[in-house]
């Protein structure tokens, strides 16, 4: 402790301004200083498992602490065991990252601590994430007839629209549940098989089951097989079943596919079943204007689940659920104790009527920050050179005999392995050997700390993949995994 600012807590209340501010002002300068320097930091955390736990204490501590030792803690201890999101060589899972308007709106929306379960208890989150959802439905072309709302994750959103498709079966499950009932039939879903696991653990938290979900095969470029989702209702029909949600991927998490949802539409019209589409990466692709067609289709879906978190540069987390039938929504969750009513309840929308949380956080204010600074236009050309630099990256892969390209490249996502110095007859040996050397290349590319790629399996082959959605990502950062991947194969072929 050098001055009477750097002190503990006082014995009730909060930090004195005074030192709100300081410490305030410093964070910010650390964030800043965090930016300049990240590319110095290893993207993946060079920590060994229980690596921190064994460095922090196991009691609390009974006394206040100084701000100042936090605050060095924080560089001491955690910095060395994050892994680094926001590095822009971050290339692995959907590479993502937060921006400055998103941090803004964060810091904003931890002070203002609203939990915006009723209109009035927080009217702002409520009134502002109308509008701003609004604004984000127009930016990427859907129609009006969409109303959007705000969750935590695409896992959470695509969870609560099965729970809203169930709810238009009319089966009273709500009131009843699904257990002990003879008069159910087997409800299914039908997804690809190339469809996120979120989808399978929404249908396993409803308490559907997992037989309830019905995996459809992928075509040669991963997309839903739509002929057998067709005969796959019929079938299940025949059987009694009762088939009530497709749901469609628009950028698939291995591939970013998009499936056919201008052909899926008129089957689930067929069938009266709710469409899902699952757009939790892709979606964002649509605010580009030429990029626009990767929610073609999706204008007659039910609903459709984006992730502003993923690819439109605001802080995770933030999900949005776009549904025209938010009657049926409300109907499955409202459930409004006398504490919870409102005199203006019949005319303003309450959060928490449309989901299994109460209370919720503003997140709205980051989003509504990130779309005003960038405007539509300042997202769309970040969001366009990431494809740009994909492409790039993909014709590296082409021109190259060394590797190979394993599915075709219609975003930021370039899916491919080095493909030589593995000879066998046998094709299956040759994956295999293929297998071992891409998972070392990847491995040591990883281990240098210049750059995180991830991989995936498609074809029965281990894929690299190489995500680029970093707002601070550059032609130099992909010319250089270009030369460390090259470098790794030459050690390891
Ligand atoms: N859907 C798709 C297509 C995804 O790629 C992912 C995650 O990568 C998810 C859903 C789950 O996202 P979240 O972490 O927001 O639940």
Redesign the pocket.
């Known amino acids: 402790m050098t001055d009477s600012l750097n002190s503990y807590a006082p014995p009730t209340g909060d930090m004195s301004a005074q030192e709100f501010r300081r410490f305030g002002h410093e964070l910010i300068d650390w964030i800043s200083d965090y930016f300049e320097r990240i590319e110095e930091l290893p993207v993946l955390s060079q920590i060994e498992p229980g690596d921190l736990k064994a460095q922090l204490p196991t009691a609390p501590p009974q006394k206040g602490e100084a701000m100042s030792d936090i605050i060095a803690d924080v560089n001491r201890l955690i910095v060395p065991a994050l892994t680094h999101w926001s590095h822009p060589s971050f290339f692995a899972?959907?590479a993502t990252s937060t921006s400055a308007p998103g941090i803004f709106g964060e810091l904003l929306s931890a002070a203002f601590d609203n939990k915006a379960m009723l209109w009035r208890t927080s009217p702002a989150s409520t009134e502002l994430e109308e509008v701003t959802l609004d604004w984000l439905r127009q930016m990427m072309g859907l129609d009006a007839g969409y109303s959007g709302l705000i969750y935590d994750?695409?896992?959470v959103s695509s969870m609560h629209a099965i729970a809203a498709a169930r709810e238009g079966v009319e089966l009273r499950i709500r009131e009843e549940g699904m257990s002990g009932r003879t008069d159910l039939p087997l409800l299914r879903v039908y997804v690809s098989e190339q469809s996120?696991s979120?989808i399978e653990k929404g249908v396993i938290a409803l308490g559907l089951g997992q037989r309830a979900l019905r995996k459809v095969s992928t075509d040669t470029e991963f997309r839903m097989n739509v002929h057998e989702l067709k005969r796959a209702i019929v079938e299940d029909k025949a059987k009694g079943y009762i088939p009530f949600c497709i749901v469609a991927?628009v950028?698939?998490?291995s591939t970013s596919s998009i499936d056919p949802v201008p052909d899926i539409i008129p089957i689930g019209e067929e069938h009266a079943m709710w469409l899902h589409v699952?757009a939790?990466?892709a979606g964002s692709a649509a605010v580009v204007p030429e990029l626009r067609h990767v929610l073609k289709g999706c204008d007659r879906a039910d609903s459709v689940a984006v992730?502003p978190?993923k690819w439109l540069f605001t802080p995770f987390d933030l999900?949005v659920l776009y549904c025209r039938h938010m009657d049926l929504l409300r109907r499955a969750f409202a459930l409004v104790p006398e504490y919870l009513k409102t005199p203006e309840q019949e005319r303003v929308r309450n959060g928490s009527d449309y989901g299994i949380q109460l209370g919720r956080r503003f997140r709205a204010l980051k989003l509504w920050m990130v779309i005003r600074y960038f405007g539509q236009e300042g997202l769309a050309a970040r969001i366009r050179e990431h494809c740009r630099l994909a492409k790039l990256f993909a014709s590296w892969v082409e021109e190259s005999a060394e590797w190979e390209l394993l599915a075709p490249v219609p975003l930021g996502l370039v899916c491919f392995r080095a493909c030589s110095g593995a000879n066998a007859e046998d094709p299956r040996l040759r994956n295999r050997r293929l297998d071992v050397l891409n998972e070392a290349i990847m491995h040591g590319v990883n281990a240098t700390g210049k750059a995180l790629l991830s991989h995936t399996r498609l074809n029965d082959k281990l894929t690299l993949r190489l995500s680029i959605g970093n707002i601070r990502t550059t032609e130099k950062h992909v010319r250089e995994v270009w030369e460390l991947l090259n470098q790794q194969f030459e050690k390891l072929k």
Request: glycine residues 6%.
């Open positions: 899972y959907f994750t695409a896992s996120h979120s991927t950028g698939t998490t699952d939790a990466y992730n978190h999900s």
